[in-house]
């Protein structure tokens, strides 16, 4: 069984950046297809971004487009969500997560959640 662990959460002004880290064991992540979500305060659970397992294939949420990139490193086991421009609107838990259905967009399709870590931005 995999575990995911993000981090690189905080607190940043709007138009600051953060870079989130989802760092994987157990096993490798290497062959499956990864996405980042996330939770504001009362909304449900929101795609930001998924990535197919080369790296070669990504979709982003319109919200996040030309904002947010996402990339992995498979010899470190690890997924990254590049965040830039942040808006109040951005705060939220992140969450990463492995795809059952590469690049898809439903929150069912996924598994194996971590925990989450939190972003808040500022006006």
């Known amino acids: 069984q995999v575990q995911l662990v993000e981090s690189g959460g905080g607190l940043v002004q709007a138009g600051g950046s953060l870079r989130l880290s989802c760092a994987a064991s157990g096993r490798t992540i290497e062959l499956f297809a990864m996405g980042w979500f996330r939770q504001a305060p009362g909304k449900g659970r929101e795609f930001v971004a998924g990535i197919n397992w080369s790296g070669r294939n990504t979709n982003y949420a319109d919200s996040v487009k030309g904002r947010f990139t996402i990339s992995r490193d498979n010899a470190k086991n690890t997924v990254y969500l590049q965040m830039n421009s942040l808006k109040p609107e951005d705060t939220a838990v992140y969450y990463c997560?492995?795809?059952?259905?590469?690049?898809?967009?439903?929150?069912?399709?996924?598994?194996?959640w971590g925990q989450g870590t939190l972003v808040t931005v500022s006006s």
């Open positions: 997560a492995e795809a059952r259905i590469p690049l898809s967009a439903e929150p069912t399709d996924f598994a194996n």
